[in-house]
T-cell receptor, first 114, second 115 residues
Framework: AQSVTQPDIHITVSEGASLELRCNYSYGATPYLFWYVQSPGQGLQLLLKYFSGDTLVQGIKGFEAEFKRSQSSFNLRKPSVHWSDAAEYFCAVGAPQAGTALIFGKGTTLSVSS | DTGVSQNPRHKITKRGQNVTFRCDPISEHNRLYWYRQTLGQGPEFLTYFQNEAQLEKSRLLSDRFSAERPKGSFSTLEIQRTEQGDSAMYLC?????????????FGPGTRLTVL
């Protein structure tokens, strides 16, 4: 079955510290992978996506993610977290065919302490 | 700002009432998706349109749920005879298909509370 697992429900990181949010997926074919961020009262904003090519992808707001096929993972990283990064983060997987729905993980809530 | 708008942003209704939500996609986008997000969960796909055609609706949660996109522009999602379990955030997304690329842009959502 197709699924996305985000093992960490809630993470707290000190401002300025590095961040890694984990994402594992189960998919029958080569997936398209996405990370979205959702702030309270806001819609989902795309941080980055992976379709093919270089397995390390850069996104907005200083985020990056690395696709590891052997581990079925697509972890999100940021070298130095800012207080404004506090939000909920969703990993999602989609099929290469256009028009297919995204399958989302349950999300990881990031809190940033000063 | 993604450009997808949803109205209303919040809706409180009593059990058994019908509700309708509207989504206005980014103007040139030909695909429109509806998702539902409950507390502590990621968005769950409901249905999608390409232009005015509804190409997938088997994931609508029950026959109380229906969606339309009559002129291939805005879309409505209707829930009839609402139940408390329908309380959730309803998200709309749109995309412009280009080859196999289908990046979905999400609206802010409509939060439904059924009393």
């Amino acid at each position: 079955a197709q699924s996305v697992t985000q093992p960490d429900i809630h993470i707290t990181v000190s401002e300025g510290a590095s961040l890694e949010l984990r994402c594992n997926y189960s998919y029958g074919a080569t997936p398209y992978l996405f990370w979205y961020v959702q702030s309270p009262g806001q819609g989902l904003q795309l941080l980055l996506k992976y379709f093919s090519g270089d397995t390390l992808v850069q996104g907005i707001k200083g985020f990056e993610a690395e696709f590891k096929r052997s581990q079925s993972s697509f972890n999100l990283r940021k070298p130095s977290v800012h207080w404004s990064d506090a939000a909920e983060y969703f990993c999602a997987v989609g099929a290469p065919q256009a028009g297919t729905a995204l399958i989302f993980g349950k999300g990881t809530t990031l809190s940033v302490s000063s | 700002d993604t450009g997808v708008s949803q109205n209303p942003r919040h809706k409180i209704t009593k059990r058994g009432q019908n509700v309708t939500f509207r989504c206005d996609p980014i103007s040139e986008h030909n695909r429109l998706y509806w998702y539902r997000q409950t507390l502590g969960q990621g968005p769950e796909f409901l249905t999608y349109f390409q232009n005015e055609a509804q190409l997938e609706k088997s994931r609508l949660l029950s026959d109380r749920f229906s969606a339309e996109r009559p002129k291939g522009s805005f879309s409505t999602l209707e829930i009839q005879r609402t139940e408390q379990g329908d309380s959730a955030m309803y998200l709309c997304a749109s995309s412009l298909v280009s080859g196999v690329l289908d990046e979905q842009f999400f609206g802010p959502g409509t939060r439904l509370t059924v009393l």
